[in-house]
């Protein structure tokens, strides 16, 4: 039987904001901002999805080296460690942004910046479900999410903007994103040493095993993996985690490009500046919103009963790039609200992904298993990532986004197929 987590002796919003804000800005910097830096810097649509896609991969195989972090010291003392190693990474990406052969070298330090933050994913996830009981976790799912996702906001639309500005006062695009990159490196260090001084120290959170012999670290390490597959239904999980943002993995690859093409090639022709503010203000204000309401829900009526509602709101509001490619409007006050649909919408939505990660993943091993299911979510994003770029350019960005409303057929299939039990995550079944 599984023990359950002692109370933390620190107040959950002294540190999960922080942790999961944290989790979110190397996930953005790899998979989102690189997009932004390298379309201004010139690289074709084709060349950023297809290798912007492949940095998901330390996300995909993380479940290969999960139970280490499991088995070698606390989940405490990796967060502390990955976050300095991950502000290493970022003051690199600065270094070698002027630099000649800048593509090459900036997606060489992104790779150990994903391996990093894929590391750091493992241990956070792990200690978030150490440290908080079930219905505390239901509770704050939403919030978890919605400072994730503020992370992801923030990149592209305050790092951005200020990318933007710093531009136009230095007329160098290199300088502005090298910058960029050295606030970043001070605001990771700075979150590291708060970490080390206000996480709490959980009964649960012991160090492993991992200085048995090593015959018994390699059967524990294959053990760990034979009991997540042979969890029940496990076909129907997976299917679920690869499909349920089949539509979003390629529609985020190409969202940004298209908010910045010129009207001839079917995008908006926004500045940087405009770009970051429509992602960084109204976006945000709906994203917090959408987050912080879909985990309330969770935890009210338990996540069988708010499913359906959740997945419709997540997928639906893809529309709106459809509304915006038939219009090519270059209204900043339009796009803003346009996006902060689609951005509400998914903040509810992945609310539910993030609670049935936390179902699955529910036992013994709960960190490696959280790991498995959070590397099959990323299979699922880098795939259809990859073509996504080239399928843009074939179809042109309206008919990419009919498509991509079509995509949403998958989801809602393996949404009909998983088995939720009655009153999971609502607070009163705790």
């Given at each position: 039987?599984t023990?359950?987590p002692?109370?933390?002796?620190?107040?959950?919003?002294?540190?999960?904001?922080?942790?999961y804000?944290?989790?979110?800005?190397?996930?953005?910097?790899?998979?989102?901002l690189s997009?932004i830096?390298?379309?201004?810097?010139?690289?074709n649509n084709?060349?950023?999805a297809?290798?912007?896609?492949w940095?998901?991969?330390?996300w995909?195989?993380?479940?290969?080296?999960?139970?280490l972090?499991?088995?070698?010291g606390t989940?405490?003392?990796?967060?502390?460690?990955?976050q300095f190693?991950?502000g290493?990474?970022?003051?690199?990406?600065?270094l070698?942004i002027?630099?000649?052969?800048f593509?090459k070298?900036?997606?060489?330090?992104?790779?150990?910046?994903?391996?990093?933050?894929?590391s750091?994913?493992?241990?956070?996830?792990?200690?978030?479900?150490l440290?908080?009981?079930?219905?505390s976790?239901?509770?704050?799912?939403?919030?978890r999410s919605?400072?994730?996702?503020l992370?992801n906001?923030g990149g592209?639309?305050g790092?951005?903007?200020?990318?933007g500005?710093?531009q136009e006062?230095?007329?160098?695009?290199q300088?502005?994103?090298?910058?960029?990159f050295?606030v970043?490196?001070g605001m990771?260090?700075?979150?590291?040493?708060?970490h080390w001084?206000?996480?709490?120290?959980?009964?649960?959170?012991?160090r492993?095993?991992?200085?048995?012999?090593?015959g018994?670290l390699?059967?524990?390490f294959?053990?760990?993996?034979a009991e997540f597959f042979?969890?029940?239904?496990?076909l129907?999980?997976?299917?679920?985690?690869l499909?349920?943002?089949f539509?979003?993995?390629?529609l985020?690859?190409?969202?940004?490009?298209?908010?910045?093409?010129?009207?001839d090639?079917?995008g908006?022709g926004?500045?940087?500046?405009a770009?970051g503010?429509?992602?960084?203000?109204?976006?945000?204000?709906?994203?917090t919103?959408?987050g912080?309401l879909?985990?309330?829900?969770?935890?009210?009526?338990g996540?069988?009963?708010?499913?359906?509602?959740?997945?419709?709101?997540?997928?639906?509001?893809?529309?709106?790039f459809?509304?915006?490619?038939?219009?090519?409007t270059?209204d900043?006050?339009?796009?803003?609200?346009?996006?902060?649909?689609?951005?509400?919408?998914?903040g509810?939505g992945?609310?539910?992904?993030?609670?049935?990660?936390i179902?699955?993943?529910d036992?013994p091993?709960?960190t490696?298993?959280?790991?498995?299911c959070t590397?099959?979510?990323?299979?699922?994003?880098m795939l259809?990532g990859?073509?996504?770029?080239w399928?843009?350019?074939?179809?042109?960005?309206?008919?990419f986004?009919?498509?991509?409303?079509?995509a949403?057929?998958?989801?809602?299939?393996?949404?009909?197929l998983?088995?939720i039990p009655?009153?999971f995550g609502?607070?009163e079944s705790?």
């Amino acid at each position: 039987m599984t023990a359950l987590p002692t109370k933390p002796a620190t107040n959950p919003w002294a540190w999960i904001p922080t942790l999961y804000f944290g989790q979110g800005i190397p996930y953005v910097v790899v998979m989102t901002l690189s997009v932004i830096m390298y379309k201004n810097m010139g690289v074709n649509n084709t060349d950023i999805a297809l290798y912007t896609s492949w940095l998901y991969l330390p996300w995909v195989i993380k479940p290969l080296w999960s139970p280490l972090i499991e088995l070698f010291g606390t989940k405490r003392m990796w967060i502390v460690a990955l976050q300095f190693a991950v502000g290493a990474s970022l003051a690199c990406v600065a270094l070698t942004i002027p630099g000649p052969g800048f593509f090459k070298m900036t997606l060489a330090v992104f790779w150990l910046m994903a391996f990093s933050s894929a590391s750091h994913d493992i241990a956070a996830d792990g200690f978030y479900m150490l440290a908080l009981p079930q219905h505390s976790q239901a509770a704050f799912v939403g919030v978890r999410s919605t400072f994730y996702r503020l992370a992801n906001i923030g990149g592209q639309g305050g790092l951005v903007y200020l990318a933007g500005v710093l531009q136009e006062r230095t007329g160098s695009m290199q300088t502005a994103w090298a910058t960029v990159f050295f606030v970043l490196t001070g605001m990771f260090v700075a979150m590291a040493l708060y970490h080390w001084l206000v996480l709490p120290k959980p009964q649960a959170d012991t160090r492993g095993a991992g200085h048995s012999e090593i015959g018994a670290l390699v059967g524990e390490f294959f053990r760990v993996f034979a009991e997540f597959f042979r969890k029940p239904g496990i076909l129907v999980v997976l299917g679920f985690l690869l499909l349920y943002r089949f539509p979003e993995a390629q529609l985020l690859k190409l969202a940004t490009p298209f908010l910045m093409d010129q009207l001839d090639a079917g995008g908006l022709g926004l500045s940087t500046k405009a770009v970051g503010i429509a992602y960084g203000t109204v976006g945000l204000t709906a994203l917090t919103i959408g987050g912080l309401l879909g985990g309330w829900v969770i935890s009210k009526v338990g996540l069988k009963r708010a499913l359906w509602p959740l997945v419709l709101l997540m997928h639906v509001p893809n529309a709106v790039f459809l509304f915006l490619a038939l219009t090519q409007t270059q209204d900043v006050v339009i796009v803003s609200v346009a996006l902060a649909v689609e951005q509400f919408g998914y903040g509810l939505g992945f609310t539910a992904y993030l609670m049935y990660m936390i179902l699955v993943a529910d036992g013994p091993h709960k960190t490696a298993h959280y790991a498995i299911c959070t590397g099959f979510m990323a299979l699922g994003m880098m795939l259809p990532g990859m073509w996504s770029g080239w399928l843009q350019q074939q179809l042109g960005y309206t008919s990419f986004f009919i498509w991509v409303l079509v995509a949403t057929v998958p989801s809602f299939a393996m949404a009909a197929l998983i088995k939720i039990p009655e009153g999971f995550g609502k607070k009163e079944s705790a």
